[in-house]
């Protein structure tokens, strides 16, 4: 049977490469015996991957010694509470910019930690643009952002200048474009758009930003410094998630680091939004200038081409295509991993619609 063009929003494609890899380690893993399914995570076997894992992602956001890397479980959901268990002032307050569905939930969470501040949001417009004009001062504990919203199909292009700490989850376009990664204090991601399988969180955290809150009784897998000082294993981590997500950040190193990736995206989307701006019969869902990299939302416009449509693109053996239950229409993800070809092939179909 032929692989399919994988649109999915995640779990999503990922390189061929590191299906056969890691296909391969739970059968032998670097050919001790044991698969990597049944490791003991204290074993120098896996040691050694964690340290690499954590390693790369500092290789390839350029940051230093000042930075900690962890691999969390929980989903970058966890990662709504932790951060202002963590880093939120006992009577303090944070600012949020509300972006998306991803954002409000990383709102009501923060809510339920002390005060916030929605300091911007397109909510009233249904996300279809990012909020631009905003200010963050020093009052806040710090300011929370989503860098790419997966349903709404946009992305912030430029982070504002803050008097605070920045945090931001980078779940859907992590390693898909340069950035100053240094600009941030503290970035979470889940792994299952451009890292890996789902059950890992990526946390990339300056370590001088986990001063006393004044909170006390932080439940421990809460605290960033407890899994800091066990170097990401206060518990047993996702073992197999973290080997995945280390083959896929190497496979990212090999073929051009970031900025090789970040041009290949930006083909990608560029010969798709090409061709929803061209054709009558589609449009996106959001402004141009906040258009996503990784996630394209579109509609049809014509719903008498609904039928002949969704046969078309099922037929070319794309999958992953329907749009997010809240927003409807359809969705192509198109994360680092998506060849150029698959789009095409979406492309062809679009164009095949008369």
């Not at 969180?201 to 421990?220: C, Q, Y």
């Amino acid at each position: 049977m032929s692989k399919k063009h994988n649109f999915s929003a995640g779990p999503c494609i990922l390189p061929q490469e590191v299906f056969e890899k890691s296909a391969a380690a739970i059968l032998d893993f670097n050919g001790i015996g044991l698969s990597i399914l049944e490791i003991s995570h204290r074993s120098k076997d896996f040691v050694a991957v964690m340290d690499e894992a954590r390693a790369i992602v500092k290789r390839l956001m350029n940051l230093g010694d000042e930075y900690e890397v962890l691999y969390l479980g929980g989903g970058a959901s966890l990662q709504f509470a932790m951060v202002p268990y963590n880093l939120m002032k006992v009577g303090g307050k944070a600012a949020y910019l509300d972006t998306g569905t991803w954002a409000a939930g990383a709102i009501k969470e923060a809510k339920k930690v002390g005060n916030v501040d929605i300091v911007g949001s397109s909510k009233e417009e249904n996300y279809s643009f990012i909020p631009k004009d905003y200010k963050v001062g020093a009052e806040y504990d710090y300011f929370h952002c989503t860098s790419n919203n997966t349903i709404y199909g946009t992305q912030m292009k430029t982070f504002p200048e803050t008097d605070t700490l920045m945090v931001c989850d980078m779940s859907s376009d992590i390693f898909s474009r340069q950035l100053d990664f240094s600009k941030f204090d503290l970035i979470y991601a889940g792994a299952q758009k451009n890292m890996g399988p789902a059950g890992v969180t990526l946390v990339v955290i300056k370590k001088e930003i986990l001063e006393k809150t004044g909170r006390e009784n932080i439940p421990s897998y809460f605290d960033y410094a407890q899994h800091i000082s066990k170097e990401s294993m206060l518990n047993t981590p996702p073992v197999f998630p973290v080997y995945a997500s280390l083959l896929t950040l190497q496979h990212l190193e090999n073929n051009g680091g970031i900025a090789a990736a970040e041009a290949r995206n930006e083909a990608k989307a560029q010969l798709l939004y090409d061709e929803i701006d061209s054709n009558p019969l589609f449009e996106t869902f959001c402004v141009k200038e906040d258009r996503s990299l990784m996630n394209i939302s579109f509609k049809l416009l014509d719903d008498t081409k609904k039928e002949e449509f969704d046969a078309a693109w099922k037929a070319a053996s794309i999958n992953g295509l329907n749009g997010h239950r809240s927003l409807g229409g359809y969705r192509a993800s198109i994360y680092n991993a998506m060849p150029i070809e698959s789009v095409q092939v979406l492309v062809d179909v679009m164009r095949s619609i008369k």
